[in-house]
């Protein structure tokens, strides 16, 4: 039977939870355990799908279509373990579930309530799938004492009586401020953190706490004198350099020694741990650098970009140099050529990310364009591509009016909402019209490549799977034009009418692909893509 993990913040938000059950997750996999990590979300939408990213970040795309939180891409890059549809659940999921059921009948007459059955139904959400692993761990977002999150506390208050001391363990992330007038830490909102949620009926068994500054021997006794856990389950958490080193910092603080302690678990020979310090090495001792212009809408938040922002580390590990990645707005490039030149002439590299509406993309598209003379390697990703088809019917193909159905009616669609495609379960319909939240081709769908492109050498095949997300296509209609105007369509749906990757064979490295691949680029298995995006920019930076 699984053993899990419930881990809660207090204080205040952005403490790094996610990330702890990250590290946690991969400390627990070099032992040799198989784990699984799930998010519950307090909030009432039923997914992130249709919030703005400077509400909530990136959504990350599952294998399996679901839209999620962030964390779970940091779940995935930690461990490798594809997430799914079942490891990320809202209040909005689950009420919504609850009042479907009421509807039809299916409570009997019941008067339903927030206990037991919204409780009962995050707890049924907890333990599906669990039967082969070892470890679940389980984050509630949030903070302690918010009102949203009461329901979760309380489920996992219930699965400790239900499931048994020795096979949960509650982790709880703190903050110990310090004060610079008084020149020390302070561990009070940390005892009043753990005070409210051992009122909600949990108490912790390991305390980790984020601070600035060493946490001092006698900090970290009081800390377990007055919450009433051990001063060694006392973890300090302190900023690391790059994420990629927390792990090991957690490992040196005894975290997974510490968690396995808690579960009566004897730990046995130190875990495996050469993955970490060969990432930490490739970080740290770099051969070279490079600079990637990364022209896009949310650029105010880098949080919007998370995935992208870690493929392109990613890839920077795998050609050892050091990534510095340069947001640029898009809207400045619709002011003129001289701020175009004088933004990109700098960089080595320049990448187009998703995004949907259009505000920006007469930026984008000039940032192609500027790529395509200056030949610089330029990679666009979901809308990027769509920018550089549109710039290559412009500017090379000799379609002068050609746009996106998704910025208004046009004569010349070269980009178009797509109502109807082939996927593994059949054939999939959506209307136009419908709910935003439906209406996209989401998560992982294959794709072949033309067996001499620039894509299948950086593949190594010409059968792959990607994830997607976005409401529009390519309109195959315009091929023609496009390849004569030199965008060969190298990467295409299985039944050949969906365009999955364009690439320009006379430029050094120019390729769009429909589809995201930084969902799936991980520090120890980078995406080839974004590897050989950095090697064509290692080359450019070579060559000025």
């Not at 996999?29 to 249709?50: E, M, S």
């Not at 299948?456 to 034009?481: D, L, P």
């Not at 799936?520 to 920019?537: E, Q, V, Y």
Request: net charge negative.
């Amino acid at each position: 039977m699984a053993r899990f993990i419930f881990i809660t913040g207090g204080v205040v938000s952005s403490l790094g939870k996610g990330l702890m059950a990250a590290s946690l997750a991969a400390l627990l996999q070099a032992r040799g355990y198989k784990v699984r990590i799930r998010k519950f979300d307090p909030y009432l939408n039923v997914d992130p799908g249709t919030m703005s990213p400077y509400q909530h970040g990136e959504v990350y795309v599952t294998d399996d279509g679901a839209e999620t939180d962030l964390d779970l891409g940091h779940y995935e890059r930690f461990t490798g373990v594809s997430a799914r549809q079942s490891d990320n659940v809202t209040s909005g999921r689950i009420y919504q579930g609850i009042i479907a059921k009421e509807r039809r009948g299916d409570y009997l007459g019941a008067t339903v309530q927030v206990i037991p059955h919204v409780t009962d139904a995050i707890k049924e959400f907890a333990k599906a799938h669990t039967e082969d692993l070892d470890f679940v761990l389980c984050e509630i977002g949030g903070t302690v004492g918010d009102i949203e999150s009461l329901p979760f506390i309380e489920a996992i208050r219930q699965l400790r009586n239900e499931l048994g001391r020795d096979q949960t363990v509650f982790v709880h992330v703190t903050l110990v401020p310090f004060i610079a007038a008084a020149g020390e830490l302070k561990t009070k909102p940390t005892q009043h953190s753990v005070k409210e949620l051992t009122a909600l009926g949990v108490q912790p068994d390991v305390l980790v706490c984020r601070c600035e500054h060493h946490l001092p021997e006698g900090e970290r006794a009081k800390i377990a004198a007055f919450c009433n856990v051990r001063k060694e389950a006392v973890i300090p958490a302190l900023d690391a350099k790059s994420i990629y080193e927390v792990p090991l910092q957690y490992h040196g603080e005894g975290l997974d020694f510490e968690v396995l302690r808690a579960f009566g678990i004897t730990p046995g020979l130190a875990p495996d741990l050469r993955r970490w310090h060969d990432i930490a090495d490739r970080l740290h001792n770099p051969e070279g650098e490079v600079t990637i212009g990364v022209v896009g809408k949310y650029v105010g938040l880098q949080d919007a970009y998370k995935s992208l922002n870690e493929a392109l580390v990613h890839g920077g590990m795998a050609n050892r140099v050091k990534v510095n990645i340069q947001w640029i707005d898009a809207e400045i490039f619709e002011r003129g050529d001289a701020e175009i030149a004088a933004l990109l002439e700098p960089m080595h590299g320049i990448l187009v990310p998703g995004g949907f509406g259009e505000r920006g993309t007469e930026g984008k598209i000039a940032s192609v364009r500027f790529a395509r003379e200056r030949k610089v390697p330029f990679f666009g990703i979901c809308l990027g591509m769509q920018m550089a088809c549109i710039e290559g019917a412009r500017n090379t193909a000799g379609i002068d009016e050609a746009s996106s159905t998704e910025f208004g009616a046009t004569g010349e669609p070269v980009v178009g909402i797509i109502t109807e495609w082939m996927s593994a379960e059949g054939l999939q319909k959506r209307a136009a019209g419908g709910d935003l939240g439906g209406t996209m081709r989401l998560g992982a769908y294959d794709a072949k490549l033309a067996g001499n492109s620039h894509v299948a050498t950086i593949y190594g095949t010409t059968a792959i799977s990607e994830r997607h997300r976005h409401r529009y296509e390519v309109n195959g209609a315009y091929r023609e034009a496009l390849e004569k105007g030199g965008l060969a369509f190298s990467g295409m749906s299985p039944d050949g009418l969906l365009p999955e990757i364009v690439e320009r064979p006379d430029h050094p490295w120019f390729i769009g692909v429909q589809f995201h691949p930084e969902l799936k680029s991980k520090p120890f298995d980078p995406h080839p893509l974004f590897a050989g995006f950095i090697a064509a920019a290692l080359q450019q930076a070579r060559l000025v």
